[in-house]
């Protein structure tokens, strides 16, 4: 892979990244490559993220934008984007640039609001997500009430904590807490998953990567106390409230996230890793 130029985001509020990546502009200094620290610019041939999860998911839509490719240095928890281990930074780099690395395109999001306003429906710019968009009742003690369609058709209302609509990337954050399933990275598909449904029958719901979703608050008849206001979360980041009128329109962005894979672990070894399948029960062919 040809590199002359790399930026390195850094984990924030920790000095191992910062140390880590000083000592990574040096180890590309002396092979001729250009380095940049917490900046992400067009010209880039490589962006490398020192943290977990959550700092890549930060810089998602910005390195998407410029098509850079992207490789994580697991410095956090989980790692599920994050493949590569600190203590493997340079053995893995030394084989990214002496060769062709695996990249895989992951599907994004692209989420906006719309709101009446005026007698018309106003919109917010597209915000776009690598991992998922949730619609949450936060600390409130009323039950999420929100109706779902896919294009033009009804699907289902939901009586929840809230709701989860995800990517496949996405699959194995909230989604899999929340019951969802499992889905390969490499499908591109779009994940419907009520947070803790009040009804037993409400099951997660799987769409191809050319639906639409939108929600809109329900108005309830039951009596009960439903949430007159709800979080919607971006990638873990606070985007705005969904009020009665307002509609959240969710489908599959036209760029996608080119993710560099590790050198030596393939996703299903990472999975069970994580999720500590088959602990000591290794089965051969």
């Known amino acids: 892979m040809k590199v002359g130029k ?20 040096e180890w590309f200094a002396a092979r001729g490559i250009e380095g940049q620290i917490d900046r992400i610019e067009a010209d880039q041939d490589l962006l490398i993220v020192l943290g977990g999860d ?9 390195a998407c934008g ?26 893995a780099l030394a084989e990214i640039l002496d060769g062709e690395p695996t990249i895989e395109n992951r599907m994004m999001l692209k989420i906006r609001l719309l709101r009446q306003q005026g007698g018309r429906e106003a919109a917010r710019p597209w915000l776009h997500a690598l991992n998922d968009v949730v619609i949450s009742k ?9 109706g779902v369609w896919v294009d033009e058709e009804y699907l289902a209302t939901y009586r929840a904590d809230g709701l989860i609509v995800s990517t496949s990337t996405g699959s194995t954050a909230y989604n899999l807490s929340a ?9 591109a598909a779009i994940l419907v998953t009520p947070i803790c449904p009040f009804m037993l029958e409400s099951r997660p719901v799987l769409l191809d990567a050319t639906s639409r979703v939108r929600v809109r608050l329900a108005t309830s008849h039951s009596g009960e106390r439903i949430a007159e206001k709800l979080q919607v979360i971006v990638d873990g980041r606070l985007y705005t409230e969904l009020q009665t009128g307002d509609t959240l329109e969710v489908a599959a962005a036209k760029q996608s996230l080119r993710l560099i894979c590790s050198p030596w672990k393939g996703y299903f070894e ?3 890793g994580k999720l500590n399948w088959a602990a000591g029960h290794a089965v051969t062919r």
């Open 66 to 91: 410029h098509g850079i490719p992207v490789l994580g240095i697991n410095l956090g928890g989980l790692g599920f984007l994050t493949e590569v281990a600190v203590e493997d930074r340079y053995a």
């Open 270 to 272: 990472i999975l069970r």
């Open 6 to 25: 790399v930026g390195i985001i850094l984990k924030r509020d920790s000095d191992e990244p910062r140390r880590i990546g000083h000592e990574l502009m």
């Open 138 to 146: 936060g600390a409130v003690d009323r039950m999420a009430e929100v």
């Open 54 to 62: 959550g700092t890549l998911l930060h810089v998602a839509a910005e």
């Open 179 to 187: 019951g969802g399933p499992i889905v390969h990275p490499r499908l």
